[in-house]
């Protein structure tokens, strides 16, 4: 697929990053030659530099061919101004931009193609005050997506050593629980993938994905780990948008929140916007402010600033002054991997909670939703099954007589408005969503194939 | 620094390399003319040592940094041109020595052109046609061509590309990905070839002859299966094809690829380099015409324009083809040609020589210095095509030109010591440094009468031409080799 990427910033590099490295043709557009100097090196794209909404700019970029233009510039009205453009010049299939402001986005009517031209709008903030928001709700969990309009959930959990499966085979799971039908997707120890089946059994220290109806999650994660109600009382450290918008969603959710900002005036404003929120003025690295605020009572820590090292060391401080969970926003993906086993219990990485959104509208075959896990090591989709027994190589045939590659296995599948947890002896039919657990992201294209319907079928 | 990944990768490409020995081991073997034991041995020779290298270290892929690309590509080069030499060596005619069989290898590599060997007419004709080859595969760099067809190459493959295209600024990539960008280059080169081939064929030469200075016309090499070289057909038609096929190899490929893809000639007309070229290599030609056509150096005047202007072209654009040879054209002519070869083709060709855009950057910065003096505040800045070029480029053609320079002298000095006159060793250092073939006094021409120790300088020459310099002198410096 050729795909041009506006604006060098985090999320567009990231995104040709990731995208280079499925075989897509990328190319950056950005105004600053610095931040372009070196990619080229480092990524197997081309660059281009100059005004991303620019005609002469994009068609140097290739806007002739583009299948896709992703608009991720910092500036709203750029990414619209180029998705427009891109439309009106070259006709170009397919035009994401990012889109933050909450203005625009409270009129959605403006986003057709006789209008602003944008075929989907994405929100970074968005995505990760959900992810957040996840975490915070479902306590113990690592990780918590969800498919099939929310009603199923794949959830991984740490197992730990006073839960109930500890050392027995996941058999036993359906023993316990005999009402809910849910599936282990994969296990992973000491970092390496284990695909369970009935007889595999779980250690502690494991990471599980389980995936299950959405009424079930809570039940199955607490046969994996102590899960606790989820607490209340919430803390959170810089007021910026996506530190805003969570404060205003757990505010509705009945939660009790404080929030620190260290600067006054942002802290103002956002008293003003928030209702309930204690908003604090002051730093979160400051001893005194914290256990002055009670942070010994605080049920979840969350550092949300734009500061990698900050947000770090303010959660590890957080956890060592008593708070029960700590999470951090985590940008440089090197950091993320040095939070595994730290004071810090989750890092949040913005890129690969974003970059499942992308992928969703880059792939082949009709997907629904993709879910990058483990740091982009694994991933989980939700594609569409389309044809019949001659197209497709999947409609009608039992899950055990689908050619499905090595590290990938159907989780669930949903039939209209119910769910079926997968066996193997499931028949997928035509229409159905298949939810996919992938732990080898290079298997992603025979998966894609597999799913796409044969040419003569239209 | 040897790091068990750039071993890896030289065992890559030598596998690849291995495989060119099978045309000529093919041709050897239906005309068999003796060689055939030859080819086998150095196939199988390049396959082992590089499969070996290969099997060796197949689990130590990692990304390949900036360092590493200049060390394969000069690593490559060398042991190419070291294997290369293996047919040369193995052959019972024509029997080489060490020196000369590496002289020749690399001479076809670098696309010199440079020969130590006479009597070309007498050779075995797979002899005849590996040489040919070899300049074929240097031309457009053979690692480029390993990058487009070896998919393992990806990420690392632009450090490779950079280290091996010529010109001031590598960065621009024709398509995304760096694999198409040199699979276009190659197809545009491989589609050059076949027109030339099929042009030289229509005007009367042989399949095989045909064949055989395609090779050696788009990759401006200059090599010929015949002692008087294009001289031999004597047949204008056959120089004209000649020149425009030197002329079009010498035009950056990238500009190649926008015409083909934009479908409109004119693209040629906008681009600056390219009209500095036109007007440069056409003012040399007037000039050498007029100085012929007063010395009445040709009986007639057809003769005049046809041989003034082959000549000046096959010089200019660093080929080397002769028809007369021009070492004894009267006056000037000698040492304006051999110079004007230090100019060479355009940016991104298969020409050698410092480059055109280099000299129209040096142009217009000197211009600009003069601007400065005379409205000291003003800022001016230097313009390609109305696009401003960052300093940095100018600064890098500045270091390039004062390298070269510096290279130029100091070799120069080094094969006056090994005992050569003072004009076969300037103009032999000119011609190996700009990748021309032809000098001028010994070496006007053929190299054979050399001592193996000029030889081998001159060989080191051709490499440092090549690449370009900045990439061979990068490995000798001391800050390379600390990690």
């Known amino acids: ?458 | 620094m040897f790091s068990s990944a750039v071993l890896r990768i030289l065992g890559v490409l030598l596998v690849m390399f291995s495989t060119t020995m099978i045309p000529p081991l093919i041709i050897s073997w239906m005309s068999s003319d003796g060689s055939a034991g030859a080819f086998f041995v150095a196939y199988f020779a390049t396959v082992s040592v590089g499969g070996a290298l290969w099997i060796l270290f197949r689990n130590k892929a990692r990304e390949l940094r900036v360092r590493d690309g200049f060390l394969i590509v000069v690593l490559f080069w060398t042991v190419l041109a070291i294997f290369g030499t293996a047919p040369l060596l193995l052959s019972p005619n024509p029997a080489l020595s060490l020196t000369d069989a590496l002289f020749e290898s690399m001479s076809g590599l670098t696309t010199t052109g440079a020969t130590v060997l006479t009597g070309l007419d007498n050779l075995p004709p797979s002899i005849l046609y590996y040489r040919q080859q070899l300049q074929w595969l240097g031309g457009m760099g053979i690692i480029v061509l390993a990058v487009a067809v070896m998919p393992m190459l990806g990420v690392g493959g632009m450090q490779l590309y950079r280290a091996e295209t010529p010109g001031p600024m590598k960065d621009s990539k024709l398509t995304p990905r760096i694999t198409e960008t040199a699979k276009a280059l190659w197809y545009i080169y491989l589609g050059l070839t076949v027109s030339c081939a099929v042009a030289y064929w229509a005007a009367g030469m042989t399949v095989f002859d045909a064949v055989g200075h395609a090779f050696s016309t788009v990759a401006i090499g200059g090599f010929s299966t015949h002692d008087e070289s294009i001289g031999f057909f004597n047949n204008p038609l056959v120089m004209i094809i000649a020149m425009i096929f030197m002329l079009v190899s010498a035009i950056n490929f990238a500009l190649h690829f926008t015409v083909v893809r934009s479908r409109s000639i004119s693209t040629y007309f906008g681009d600056t380099e390219v009209k500095a070229f036109m007007v440069f290599m056409l003012l040399v030609i007037t000039t050498a015409i007029t100085v012929l056509a007063i010395w009445e150096t040709y009986p007639s005047s057809g003769q005049t324009i046809l041989h003034g202007a082959f000549q000046v072209i096959s010089i200019g654009t660093t080929t080397g083809f002769t028809t007369t040879g021009f070492h004894w054209w009267p006056s000037f002519l000698p040492v304006l040609l051999i110079i004007m070869s230090a100019v060479g083709g355009c940016a991104g060709s298969t020409a050698g020589g410092m480059k055109m855009i280099r000299f129209v950057l040096l142009y217009k910065q000197g211009k600009r210095e003069i601007g400065q003096l005379i409205h000291p505040s003003a800022l001016v800045t230097v313009k390609i095509g109305n696009k401003p070029v960052p300093d940095h480029v100018i600064n890098a053609v500045w270091g390039f030109f004062s390298l070269y320079i510096l290279s130029y002298v100091g070799l120069s000095i080094a094969v006056t010591a090994t005992g050569v006159d003072l004009i076969t060793a300037f103009s032999a250092v000119t011609a190996c440094l700009n990748n021309l073939g032809p000098g001028l006094g010994a070496v006007a021409e053929n190299y054979a009468l050399l001592n193996p120790a000029t030889k081998l300088i001159l060989t080191a020459t051709m490499l440092l031409g090549r690449l370009e310099i900045f990439t061979l002198l990068v490995l000798l410096t001391p800050a390379f080799w600390r990690s």
């Open chain 1, 1 to 458: 697929m050729k795909i041009i990427v506006l604006g060098a910033g985090q999320v567009g590099t990231s995104m040709a990053e990731i995208l280079s490295r499925e075989e897509n043709d990328v190319t950056l557009v950005d105004i600053d030659s610095e931040k372009l100097s070196g990619l080229q090196d480092r990524i197997d794209i081309r660059t281009v530099h100059g005004a991303a909404s620019y005609p002469s700019v994009l068609e140097r970029a290739g806007g002739h061919d583009a299948d896709l233009v992703l608009a991720v510039t910092n500036h709203d009205e750029v990414n619209m101004a180029a998705c427009q453009i891109a439309h009106s010049l070259f006709h170009t299939p397919k035009k994401i931009a990012r889109i933050r402001s909450a203005e625009y986005l409270s009129h959605r009517e403006i986003f057709t193609d006789s209008a602003i031209p944008i075929d989907v709008i994405i929100s970074p903030e968005h995505i990760i005050t959900q992810h957040v928001l996840h975490l915070i709700q479902y306590p113990g969990a690592l990780q918590v997506v969800n498919f099939a309009n929310d009603r199923v959930q794949l959830v991984s959990v740490r197992a730990n050593e006073n839960s109930p499966l500890i050392g027995r085979k996941l058999k036993a799971l359906r023993e316990d629980l005999p009402d809910i039908d849910s599936r282990v997707a994969a296990i992973y120890r000491q970092d390496r993938a284990i695909l369970p089946n009935g007889d595999t059994v779980v250690e502690p220290g494991d990471e599980v994905f389980v995936l299950a109806a959405r009424e079930h999650i809570h039940s199955v994660m607490s046969e994996l780990c102590k899960v606790e109600r989820p607490g209340r009382r919430i803390m959170l450290t810089g007021a910026g948008n996506i530190g805003l918008r969570l404060a205003e969603r757990l505010e509705q959710l009945n939660f009790h929140v404080k929030i620190v900002e260290h600067n006054a005036k942002r802290a103002k404003e956002v008293s003003e916007l928030l209702d309930r929120s204690v908003v604090l003025h002051g730093d979160a690295a400051d001893e005194d402010l914290m256990t002055q605020e009670n942070i010994d009572n605080v049920d979840a820590f969350c550092s949300l600033t734009n500061d990698d090292e900050a947000n770090i060391l303010s959660a590890m401080l957080a956890k060592r002054l008593g708070a029960k969970r700590t999470m951090a926003l985590v940008n440089r993906s090197a950091y993320v991997e040095l939070m595994e086993n730290s004071l810090v219990d989750i890092a949040i990485s913005p890129r690969v909670a974003t970059v499942g959104t992308l992928l969703t509208h880059v792939r082949k075959g009709d997907m629904v939703a993709v879910h990058s896990l483990r740091r982009g090591a694994a991933e989980a989709i939700e594609v569409i099954a389309h044809g019949d027994k001659d197209s497709s190589k999947v409609v009608n045939r039992s899950i055990s007589e689908i050619n499905l590659p090595d590290g990938a296995m159907v989780g669930a599948i949903l039939r209209g408005e119910d769910v079926i947890i997968a066996h193997s002896d499931t028949v997928i039919e035509s229409e159905d969503h298949a939810i996919l657990f992938v732990i080898d992201k290079s298997k992603i294209r025979d998966i894609e194939q597999l799913f796409q319907v044969a040419v003569t079928f239209i």
